[in-house]
């Protein structure tokens, strides 16, 4: 099993979707930003790194949304999705095909990862982001 984070970013009422570049597993699908931990990271720790990487971002990590199994044909998951803020920088397209900040209503027009199925039904259960 492959320990993988995501981000869950507000920003007022809508979140940040990434698109998956064409060439990889389940290209062109929708999901969180984030990736898999590298040894002798926290899982934060490799959220803030998958981040910085991919958007060009300073993340700041909240708690945990909710977490996962899912086993894909290739690879099983256990996906760990955390509240986060960006703490620093505007996100830029350096890995994915494209980003998107859509509310929960407009989860139904996008194809997401099989892995993100039970975290959206959970996020259009509740319907708005969390309050502090």
């Not at 910085?52 to 690879?75: S, W």
């Amino acid at each position: 099993m492959v320990e993988v984070v995501a981000a869950l970013i507000w920003d007022g009422e809508r979140f940040l979707i990434c698109q998956r570049p064409a060439h990889k597993a389940r290209g062109l699908l929708w999901e969180f930003v984030g990736g898999k931990v590298e040894p002798g990271e926290t899982k934060e720790q490799a959220l803030v790194r998958e981040c910085r990487e991919e958007l060009d971002i300073q993340l700041r990590v909240g708690p945990v949304f909710m977490d996962v199994v899912h086993a894909y044909p290739d690879i099983t998951v256990h996906l760990t999705l955390f509240e986060a803020a960006i703490a620093a920088g505007e996100p830029k397209l350096l890995e994915h095909a494209q980003l998107r900040w859509i509310t929960v209503g407009e989860i139904p027009r996008y194809d997401f990862c099989p892995a993100d199925e039970g975290i959206l039904k959970k996020l259009a259960e509740r319907g708005s982001p969390r309050t502090d």
